[in-house]
Structures are given as C-alpha cells and as structure tokens.
C-alpha cells in the first residue's frame, strides 16, 4: 500500500466504530491529521504527500546550500559573441554558403584590393541621390560593390566574433541553400567586380583586378616544314591546371606549358605554305599578375555518365613558387610565395564543403577559416592595418558596433536582474523555510502545497496564495484535500500573506466539524452497504410466485450496489453540494452470469439511475418483461434504504396502457412498410441496384429520351427496401432540389455524366413510367437527344434538357464549388514521390539529399521508391471509374478527372497523406513534405496534373491544390551506386549552377 493510502487508511480507522453524532475533537484532529508527527526524512527524498507536515522534497535543497550565480539565469554571456583582441572575423554559413565565405575571407586578406575597393565611390553620391552619405546613420549598401565594402570594412573593425553576410549574398540573387562550386563563382565574380569598377574614375580603382590577378599568355604554333611562327595572345585571370597523374604542382605546370605536336588528321594549316603541315604548339608566358590564382582540376567531366566527378589525387605545392624559368623574358624574376589555399571536403562533385586556409601578409601567419569559427595556425601576434581610409563605411561599422554593445547591455542587464532576483529569492527562503514547521502547541494555518512548490521554483512567478480550491460547502478545509495542503506555522504565514497576498485564510477553526460526521457516517453506511450485498445476492436467488413482491429493472440489479457506491463516494467528496440525485447515479461497474443472478461487476452501457432502466417514456412501468423482474419484499425495502426516491412497481401493477397501443399500431405499420417495399421491390427489381449502372449504360436506340431523379431519392429508396422497418417509405421523388429558384435545371447534359453525377441519376423511359405510377413526381427533368445529318451525310447528336439550364444560377453554383474548393481547412491531400527512371536510380548521389556543408560520411542512402510490394497497390493510383457514354460528344469517350481521390482509395507505394489547408503558403507545405519525405524544400519539385507549382509564397488554393489531390514530388536526390573502378559516387541531375543569380547579369 502507498504512504497516502496507509495514512489515509490509519487517518480514518476510528470512524467505523464511532457514531457521527459521538465525533469529538480529538478525532477531528485525526482526521486531518494534524497529530501526524513532522517528517524526519532525507530532504532529498520526495515529498510524504499524505502528511501535511512534511516538508522536504518541495523543492527547497536548491536553495539551502550555496549556489552559482550561473544558476539564476539561462542567458549567455553576451561577451562569447565578442571579437576577442588580435582575431580575424568568421561569417556566418547562411545554409550553403561556405564556398562564398571562403573566398570572401581570401579577397579580404589582399590588402591592395581591399583598399582599392574602400577608395570606391557610391554612384548613388555621384548622382547626387546619396549625398551626405557620411553624416547619414541610416545609410544601407545597396549595391554589389557596397555590401563587399561593407563587409570588408566589418571584417575589418567590427567588434562581433562572426558577422552576417546574408545583405551580401542577396544582392547577388544567390540561393543559400544549393552548394556552388567555388571556382565558376570566383570566375563570375571577378568578372562582375571587374566591370563595376572599370566605371569608375580613380584608375587605382578602376584597373585594380587587372593589376592583380590578369596575366598574358600566348598560344605559339610553329610549322614543321617552312618554321613560320603564329602567335595568338590571351589575358587569363588563372591558370586552370590538370592534376590527373601527377603529385607535384610543378609537374601540373609543365604540363600546362608543354609542346603538342599537330599530326595526322590534327595538322595545322599553315599561311605561309597554304596547306595543312604538321606542327608543334605551346602556350608561352608573357606576363604574370601580381597575385597569380592557380586552380588545380579536380571536378572534371565524366564521359561514361555524362557528369562531373571529383578527383582525390594528393598535390603537394611548396610555400614558395619561382616561376622566371617559365615566363618568355628569362630576365624578369618572378618568385610568388604561397598565401592561400582553398580546400574542398568531399567525394563528390556537388555536395561537400569548403574552408580556406589564408596567410596574413603583415605578420606571415596562417589561419584556417571555417565560417565563423577562425583558428590561427602558428606564427607572430595579428596585426590588422588600420591606416585605411574607411570614409563613410568607418561610420556603419561604428553603427553596427553600437548595436553590438547596445544588446551586450541588455543581455548583462537582464542577467544581472536575473542574479539579483536569484539571490533576493535565495534569502527569502533561507530565513522562511527553518521557521514553516509548526510546532507542538504553536498557532497553525494551512497552505497549498501547489503554491509552496511554485514559490520554490525559480522559474514561475509567485502569485497569490488561493485556497478557493480546498474550501467545503461551510467555508472550511474539505479533510480528503489535506493531502493538497501543508501546515506550517502561523508566523511563517504571516509572512507569505504579507508579501503574496491571497486567501481565505485557513487556521486551525478552518477544520469542519460537519464535514468529519458525514464522512464517518459514509464510511458506517458502506460497512453495511457489504453486508446487504451478501443478504441481496442471496434473496434473489430465491423463486418468487407472480403474486408477491415488486417489480426490479434487471440492469439495475445487477449494477445496484455499484450506484450505491458512486452516490456514497459522490456525498464523501461534496457532502453538502449535491445535484438533486439522491437517487444514485454513475457508471455500473456490476456483473451478472445471468438475469437472475448477481456474481461479479460489470460495467453497463446506460447510466441510469436506480430503477429507472424499467420505466417507460411515459413515466409508467414498460410493457416488456424480459427487461425486469420480481424480488421479495425484504430485498426491495433493503434496496429501497440506499435508493429512496427511486420508482417504485408493485407485482400487480399493470404495464403503460400507450405503450401497448404504439405497440399494436406499430405492428400494423411495420406490417404496411413490409408489404410497401415489396410491391416496390418487385416492381423495380433492377432499378439501381449497380451504383455505377446510371452512368454506364448505353443510350437505349429506341427512345430519345431519358429522365433524371436525384440520387438523394435513390439512396433513400434503396435504405427503405434493406430496412423497411426501421426507414420511412419514400412517397415522392423530390426533383425540385435539382432546380434554381427560377425554374431551370442547375446541371447541363454533359455535366450529368461526369462532375455533376453524384447529384443524379439518369433513368430509361419504362423505369420512368414505373416511378411515376410510385411515387409523386413533383416536377419532370429530361435530357433530349437529337438526330441531325451533316453536310457529308454524318449522323451527329445534339443534346438538351427539359426544363432548361438557368446559365445565371449555373454560374453562381460553379463558383460557389470553386469557392468551397479554395476555402478549405484541415483537408487531405497526397504526395507521391516518383523517380523516373532505373538509371536515375543507379546513377544518383544519396549526399544531395542534405545540404551542401554536411560531412558526407553523414549521408544516408537514398531509398528507391516503386519497387514491387504486395502490401502496397501497384497501380498508378486508385481504380478510376471510366464513364463511356455516347450520347454525350462522339464515340466513346473516357472521363479522367485528376488530382481529385476519394478518402477509400489505396496508396501507392513512395505516397503519404498530409493535412493542410487552402490558406498556407506552398514553402509550408514543402516544410511539411521535408519532415515526410527527408527531402529539403529547395530539392523538392512538385507538380500538380502537369503543371510545376514553383512560387513558394502563393497559397495552395489559388495554386489550385483541392482536397484529395495528388501532387508529384521528384526530387533533386539522387541514389547511390558506387563503381568498382574507383568507388567515385557520380551524379545524374541538370547542372543550374548560378542561372538566375545577379553573377550573369552584367
């Protein structure tokens, strides 16, 4: 038994031999408990919830001892997202960004660009438009060139740990979540930046990506057979260098610069000689720029799958490369020294993730950027330049880094606060909780234990003390709710009153006196409850003869001492605040073996009270006499002690006299019904009974004529004849409901036979004929078919309707259905996922199913949707009904409605439901399709009956997405396949790269 059962069980034990009326103080006391001794257990223990003075385990030992000023608050140290003192700035990864970050940081540490581009002058000033720029603290980037100004000039002198380059990468237009190749975007960028600069007037600005990363070269081609020398000049900004089958950067570039011989069917065409002869071909260095961009190829196009590969060949470079042997001039030295390198983690060629590794040109250092977190490698202290010329962008920085301090403040603030609250608290309860037990003899009051533990707990504000909830019909303590309660000492009280608030107040006058006696006799009555059960069980065991004792509901007997029960347990609860039903009422937890004897519980599917299951809707005793029985008249009158006011039949009294006769009438009725739906039945013994068959029959060639009934009269007619008995005949066909307040039909002839069938149903003439004789016909609906002969002798079929289509409340009934469609909420619709083919299967990459920055040795394989299971329907989707209905255009014709599916339906395989509504965005849904599928929103394309739905902010109601619809999900996730030549995941996807983004703009 629990700790709260044992005392509530010891709390009590006196009142089975105590008279309600003999209740003394004493047991008052007892049984609340207030002469339960102070509990002596560990306060780390739990609380002894039925002891209400025990008061350890509330929540108290987290306050006793020292605490951690950390402890008081949740908010981190603001001072983490400081820069710290000879640090580089990281920035934030947006998604999959990395490959911008990278070369950001990289064009960021070359000083010469980087004071080039701060000497940049906004056109928005020169325009006039942003005069005042640098006295004008709301002034923003617009431009490409401005937000890498700013940028520069924040990772520059910012005081934030890592800074957020989204303005950035939005005015580039590019999508943070698609992985880009870092090297096609440094091509487009410098091409971009290139040409915004060569706009402006400083020449220091506007030749400065020449100045820095253009050289020349030329392509050299010299005739074997006269020695004519062709030469064709080219500027390159890098040198692409191939890297398969080599290990040094050398051999990359001697490769890069060696002789290729011009034979066979490749010979050259000399002017000199006119004719092709063979030759040789080099390409010669003329110059060299003055930060010279190697890149090494290790993403190249593989022939076999028609994709990009990636190749993990080690190159090993030295820090410093002399490249005077290779220019033309020999004279000229040209020595570079290694100052940084772009990595690419990763075994494919579309996912994986770059960092940078970039030396400091002031102190010769080395740093490895990983978005925001920066490592230094080894080497001097960092000393960033500050002799730049920042002009206005010194004062956004000066901006932004006032933001920054500004919320420092706020979070030390509100930590501060937090501590100070924490340790106002902590000697709240230092000095309360020694002084909340209540001693031998000391005044007492009673307290929430609920409002204790909250007072307790940091995290919730204190609120009033309410003891609304423990209060008995006499404004006292209810005694069950001690167990909710704890006493403490009135002076401790007295304090929480004062600084809280609340009440009423309950001391020890709040113990109820009245309370205590009803329980008592409770507890008497339920003795004697278990005694009458054991002499009732055994009564009615005995067999009475039909003229002695009273009538008994059978359910009521069986389930009596269980009503007993709950109305006894009910009056404990709320003695004085009782509903009327003395009677007893509650779930029947009784059960019998038969009618006639009472074994066990069981629980009842009425919840009547005593008696009542055998009283008839008229108040009188109910006609059927397999629902009750007779018992003796010692076990009524013990029955009728707990259930006073509950019916009361003698063995004589006669059944309800109306119910006998709704009896007999009903017979007669049912006894019409029965011979109704014969004659019904006969007479139309194959009208409807295929659902389908209305829409499925041929137009009958000797008539032109055909009659429509609602398929509400047809539903109705069909439950009468099932039931006969317990439906109502059907006595008229109802047509009216098909008709617009005007008089015209709501429905043209085409429309019956497809969208508007489940409102109709079409009927041939001598089944008319039938109905008619029937039922009452309130108005005659017919489609009318026309025989005319064309010009070349071709028979064609008009079609029309009697009464005619009212086209205004046509109308208005189409756009209501359009409406409803539109205006849905919490509607089912479905997602098929599909992939096209097997050797998209084979050929896909399971890494592109997350996004660009992760690990690939964190991917997980993609699995191919569509195989054969037989737990799933193969089909291309439920079972379509095919409508072929010639009198409706020409031929045969098959009615398809797509993206429309009954609730029955079977899935299909790689298909899910989900709940939406007509109001949420198409980006919604794909966040709900992510969590579905696994599949990201930008990898999802998504179509509905043929059309992409591609604009992730329309609604899905004007995107035309219905209830029941099927949309196609393919998505950009390949599955893998891994070769055995050199186990390299390749890729069957379109390449995008930066279609679309503002790096193809200029």
């Not at 303005?167 to 975007?185: I, N, P, S, W």
Request: with cysteine; proline share 4%.
């Amino acid at each position: 038994m629990a700790p709260k059962q044992q005392l509530e069980k010891a709390a009590w034990q006196w009142a089975e031999g105590v008279r309600p009326e003999e209740v003394q103080q004493e047991h008052i006391e007892l049984a609340y408990r207030v002469r339960l001794g102070p509990c002596r257990r560990d306060a780390r223990r739990r609380n002894c919830r039925g002891n209400p003075n025990c008061l350890v385990g509330l929540g108290e030992h987290v306050w006793l001892g020292e605490i951690d000023e950390n402890s008081f608050h949740n908010i981190d140290d603001p001072n983490s997202e400081r820069r710290c003192k000879n640090t580089f700035v990281g920035l934030t990864n947006l998604g999959a960004t990395c490959y911008v970050n990278t070369l950001l940081q990289v064009w960021f540490h070359n000083l010469e660009l980087r004071q080039a581009l701060y000497l940049c002058h906004s056109p928005r000033k020169e325009t006039g438009i942003g005069e005042g720029i640098e006295e004008d603290a709301e002034f923003e980037p617009q431009s490409i060139c401005e937000h890498l100004q700013y940028l520069f000039a924040l990772l520059q002198s910012s005081n934030r740990r890592y800074i957020d380059p989204s303005g950035f990468v939005k005015a580039l237009g590019l999508d943070t979540g698609q992985q880009q190749d870092a090297q096609e975007f440094s091509k487009l960028f410098m091409s971009l930046l290139e040409d915004t600069l060569s706009k402006q007037n400083n020449p220091d600005v506007q030749n400065i990506i020449q100045k820095q990363f253009c050289g020349q070269y030329a392509y050299v081609t010299v005739c074997s057979q006269c020695g004519r020398e062709s030469k064709l000049l080219s500027r390159f900004y890098e040198l692409e260098l191939n890297i398969q089958g080599h290990k040094q950067l050398t051999d990359c570039i001697d490769e890069f610069l060696k002789e290729e011989k011009l034979e066979g069917d490749n010979r050259y065409f000399c002017d000199e000689c006119q004719d092709k002869q063979n030759a040789t071909r080099k390409i010669k260095l003329l110059s060299l720029p003055r930060t010279l961009n190697l890149q090494l190829l290790r993403f190249v196009f593989d022939r076999q799958t028609g994709h990009k590969k990636k190749l993990n060949s080690y190159i090993s470079f030295p820090e410093v490369l002399d490249l005077t042997t290779y220019l033309e001039r020999k004279d000229i030295g040209c020595i570079y020294e290694l100052s940084a390198v772009l990595i690419h983690r990763g075994v494919s060629a579309y996912s994986g993730h770059y960092i940078a590794h970039v030396r400091d040109d002031r102190t010769g250092d080395w740093y490895k950027f990983n978005d925001e977190e920066i490592e230094k490698m080894e080497g001097k202290k960092l000393q960033l330049g500050i002799e730049e010329d920042l002009a206005h962008l010194q004062k956004m920085v000066e901006r932004d880094n006032k933001k920054f301090e500004e919320w420092c403040m706020e979070m030390a603030e509100m930590r501060k606060q937090s501590v100070d609250k924490g340790k106002a608290k902590h000697e709240e309860v230092q000095e309360l909780f020694n002084m909340l037990p209540a001693k031998e003899g000391e005044f007492y009051e009673f307290l929430p234990v609920d409002w204790l533990r909250k007072w307790l707990d940091d995290s919730a504000a204190t609120k009033p003390i309410d003891n609304s909830h423990h209060l008995c019909a006499h404004n006292r303590l209810i005694p069950d709710k001690i167990c909710e309660v704890k006493r403490i000492s009135q002076r401790a009280a007295d304090i929480f009153y004062a600084r809280y608030g609340g009440g009423p107040r309950l001391d020890a006058s709040a113990l109820c006196r009245d309370c205590v006696m009803e329980k008592c006799r409770i507890l008497r009555l339920k003795n004697q409850l278990n005694e009458d059960y054991k002499i009732i069980s055994n009564l009615t065991r005995i067999t009475l003869q039909s003229h002695e004792g009273y009538w008994v509901g059978k359910a009521s007997l069986r389930s009596w001492r269980q009503l007993a029960l709950d109305q006894l347990d009910g009056k404990e609860d709320d003695p004085d605040r009782t509903d009327g039903k003395s009677n007893g009422e509650g779930p029947n937890n009784l059960h019998a073996k038969g009618d006639d004897e009472i074994i066990g519980e069981k629980e009842e599917s009425e919840d009547l009270n005593f008696n009542e299951d055998l009283v008839c809707p008229h108040g009188d005793l109910c006609t059927s006499e397999t629902e009750r029985r007779l018992v003796s008249d010692e076990t009524w009158y013990r029955l009728k002690a707990y259930f006073p006011k509950s019916p009361e039949f003698i063995h004589y009294h006669m059944p309800c006299v109306q119910c006998q006769m709704l009896e007999k009438e009903g017979e007669e009725n049912e006894t019409l019904s029965k011979m109704m739906a014969n004659e019904q039945k006969s007479a139309l013994l194959c009208l409807f009974q295929d659902k389908n068959r209305p829409l499925l029959i041929k137009w009958p060639e000797e008539t032109d004529v055909l009659y429509v009934v609602s398929q509400f009269f047809v539903e109705e007619w069909k439950k009468f004849i099932r039931k006969p008995t317990k439906c109502s005949p059907v006595s008229s066909v109802g047509n009216n409901a098909l008709l617009c307040p005007h008089g015209g039909l709501m429905f043209t002839a085409e429309s019956m036979t497809k969208e508007d069938s489940k409102h109709v149903a079409l009927i041939w003439p001598n089944e008319w004929e039938i109905i008619h004789k029937l039922f009452v016909v309130d108005n005659t609906i017919k489609v009318i078919r026309l025989m005319k002969t064309g010009e070349a002798g071709i028979v064609q079929f008009e079609y029309s309707t009697s009464p005619g289509l009212c086209g205004e409340c046509r109308e208005g009934l189409l756009c209501q259905q359009q409406r409803d469609l539109r205006e849905y909420t919490q509607a089912t619709i479905y997602i098929r996922k599909v992939v096209e083919s097997i050797k998209v299967m084979k050929e896909g990459a399971p890494e592109l199913n997350l996004s660009g920055s992760e690990a690939e040795e964190d991917r997980e394989e993609g699995k191919v949707e569509g195989e054969k299971d037989p737990d799933f329907n193969q089909s291309n989707g439920a079972k379509r009904r095919k409508l072929t209905h010639p009198c409706i255009g020409s031929g045969s014709s098959t009615y398809y409605k797509q993206g429309i599916r009954r609730s029955t339906r079977h899935r299909v395989r790689g298909e899910k439901e989900l709940i939406v509504s007509a109001n949420q965005t198409l980006k919604e849904l794909k966040i709900q399709i992510m969590h579905a599928f696994s599949v990201a929103p930008f990898d999802q394309n998504l179509s509905l009956d043929g059309r992409m739905l591609t604009d992730d902010s329309a609604t899905l109601g004007s995107l035309g997405v219905i209830p029941e619809s099927v949309i196609l999900l393919k998505a950009d996730e390949p599955i893998a396949d891994y070769t055995a030549m050199d186990d390299i995941m390749q890729v069957c996807m379109p390449e995008e790269g930066f279609k679309g983004t503002g790096l193809l703009g200029h």
